[in-house]
């Protein structure tokens, strides 16, 4: 027994003594800090098909900092999910150079695949065998088969070759240096910068052992609204200390960089990207970084968007300013230039102001630079079409920007499983250049973190299930989110049969029933202001048009809807034409996404042949619906859960009942307000009058 054994064998001796002392049953221990590698007991029947192709695990070769991981891994979870007899084969982790001659078979399906590729062989004699090129798909490959194992799927497919879809698979943190977290409503940040570098919590490996697990492979641990004091002398040994501690799970550490920290922590006075001052800053700034952090990921910006400093300042392009900083760091990693931009003039249509921008310097961006586009053209909405740039720039390096945190999608109240929204944009066809997920193959994609200091993660039970999918859909855009649902839930609470047959369908509708409730037939913006937790569609008066509901919705006496056709902004032409032309024509378009790209009089017939007031009405009708049927569902679950984690999810989706009647209230109140129309028969009257809404007040609200 290797002496981490035993001190592993010592810890958990004690804590089950100490949980008898305490007269604590192992399941109101549950409080989600193992997400989803709990690893919980096999069924007997289970456990015994598989000894039948396990046992004790070995590596053949060395093993370093990453081995090392894998075979901790594959302790832990075997030991939790068998106990100790572990089969009668055995598991062995190899890497391609270390096969015999007779094993060629084996290294065959690896053959120019990509980095962090393996494959899982079942070896009559030996047992289950995992292949790889590099350490770290030994560890991934040793995340797969204990999550083959618990979530109960069939044996035999687990034999086969895994390949990642995109080389960079980020999470983007926007965490600040005094912990709080920008939009962030899990508590306070997990990095305790104040502490750094001395002290390494315990759950900086844990987090990296969950990055690790769904293919996660960097992240950017700093908010986008970026302090300069992530780049300055006293930060560095701190990075270092997480870089160093991350490594051997192979999520390289990047930061956010500040446009201006030549001025404002180098003493420049200017950040002109063509000074030969302000260059040579940075690129002794990127030598000093590289000389500690040998694979220091890159730098993140944002850059001239929402009053961040940027390149335009001095009257120079985006990629200007990328290319500068790309020059400093060389080859060694990579610029990620965000799209997110308001641009200071142009109010005839946010939605357009990114393209605008960034399409007219397509192919002037250096290979080291990615630009970062979020999903959809305004700001991670409930539901917007794909972002008309990922169609237009084939010469740029593109990379996705999704929300892992549900800024405008309720926060931490309630199940709003993002996976089905993720996948309607990575599946979305841009044209010529394919789908979304096509463009992105070469490059990535990031998610902005829903992590906190709460002892769940993530705020919420359901929104680790948010993590877990934005991982594995990095890693494989083509997986289903009813596939994800499930392997999640299986492992984070019941691999049961009939708890994964109601669990699986809630948590897919349950991002449909927020957009119902929300922002149905393709409204935006709707959220209030500052913090946008709840409806504020009234808001009209804030000092710039695009920061106010009543421009996205457009609506008076008459209609409702943006206009972005050629009668209107016209941002459709923004869109490839045979991409454009099925939202052209309210007739035959999907009606999910009618109001972002029409606007249309409140008796408009939709296809159906209902009034557009009464099929929005019913829409709001049905996401309250569907939040009712969702705690129904789950008050039936509590068979299958633990104690703990049953009640924290049934108290939040009593939230995210309450906060959906307040959302479909008054919104359908302010409506009526403008056009003046009765409610159809056998519906309900809002429970309050338009000003008892308007006089709602949320200052203290998180995450602003
Ligand atoms: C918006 C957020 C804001 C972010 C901004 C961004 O409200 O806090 O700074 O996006 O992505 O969604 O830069």
Partial sequence: MRVREVVNRIGAVLT????????????????????????????????????????????????????????DELERGLGRMLGDD???????????????????WLADSLVGAPEGSFAIAADPHAGTVIVAREDIGLLYGAFALLRHLASDRPLPEMARTYRPAMPLRLLNHWDNPDGHVERGYAGRSIFDWWHLPEKLDPEMIDYARANASIGINGAVVNNVNASPLFLTKRYLPKLKRLADAWRPY???????????????????????????AVRAWWRDKA??????????????????????????????????????????????????????????????????????????????????????????????????????????????????????????????????????????????????????????????????????????????????????????????????????????????FSRDETFLGKVVPMMLGSREAVADYMTPLGLAHQMATGHHYGPGPWVCDLARPEWNPCYYHAADSEGIGFDRTAYGSDALAQYAPEIARQWADPATMDERYLLWFHHLEWDHRMQDGRTLWDAMIARYDAGVAEVDAMAQTWAQLAPYVDPARHRAVSESLAIQQREARWWRDASIAYWRSLNGLPLPDGVRVPEHDLDYYRSLEFPEAPGK
């Avoid at 070769?61 to 990453?66: L, N, R, V």
């Avoid at 009668?88 to 060629?104: P, V, W």
């Avoid at 420049?268 to 063509?274: E, G, I, K, M, N």
């Fill in 250 to 276: 192979g999520v390289r550490l990047y930061i956010s960089a500040r446009f201006s920290a030549p001025k404002d922590i180098g003493g420049l006075d200017t950040a002109d990207p063509l000074d030969p």
């Fill in 16 to 71: 089950a003594l100490l949980c008898a002392a305490l007269a604590v049953s192992p399941a109101s221990a549950e409080d989600g800090y193992d997400l989803w590698l709990r690893y919980a007991p096999l069924e007997p029947s289970r456990a015994e098909q598989v000894r039948e192709v396990t046992g004790p695990v070995a590596i053949r070769g060395e093993a370093d900092g990453t081995v090392g991981a894998a075979l």
């Fill in 287 to 492: 030598d000093e970084i590289y000389a500690q952090i040998p694979d220091f990921g890159g730098f993140l910006v944002k850059a001239n968007s929402e009053g961040q400093p940027g390149p335009q300042d001095y009257g120079r392009t985006h990629a200007d300013g990328a290319n500068m900083l790309a020059a400093a760091i060389g080859d060694r990693g990579t610029v990620i230039w965000r799209a997110f931009v308001y641009s200071a003039e142009d109010e005839t249509d946010r939605a357009k102001q990114a393209y605008e921008e960034f399409v007219p310097l397509d192919g002037q961006f250096a290979n080291n630079v990615i630009v970062q586009v979020k999903n959809g053209a305004i700001d991670f909405q409930p539901r917007e079409p794909f972002h008309p740039i990922f169609g237009a720039m084939p010469n740029t390096r593109l990379m996705l920007e999704a929300q892992i945190t549900r800024e405008y999608l309720g926060q931490a109240s309630g199940i709003a499983y993002l996976a089905p929204m993720w996948s309607e944009v990575l599946d979305a066809q841009t044209g010529r250049a394919g789908t979304v997920a096509h463009v992105i193959a070469p490059v990535g994609m990031a998610g902005v973190a829903n992590t906190g200091s709460d002892r769940n993660w993530t705020g919420t039970h359901f929104d680790q299930a948010n993590w877990y999918a934005f991982g594995r859909l990095a890693w494989d855009p083509s997986l289903s989110p009813q596939q994800i649902a499930r392997e999640w839930a299986a492992q984070t």
């Fill in 86 to 104: 572990r089969g009668r084969k055995s598991i062995t982790l190899t890497r391609i150079a270390d096969l015999s001659d007779g094993e060629g």
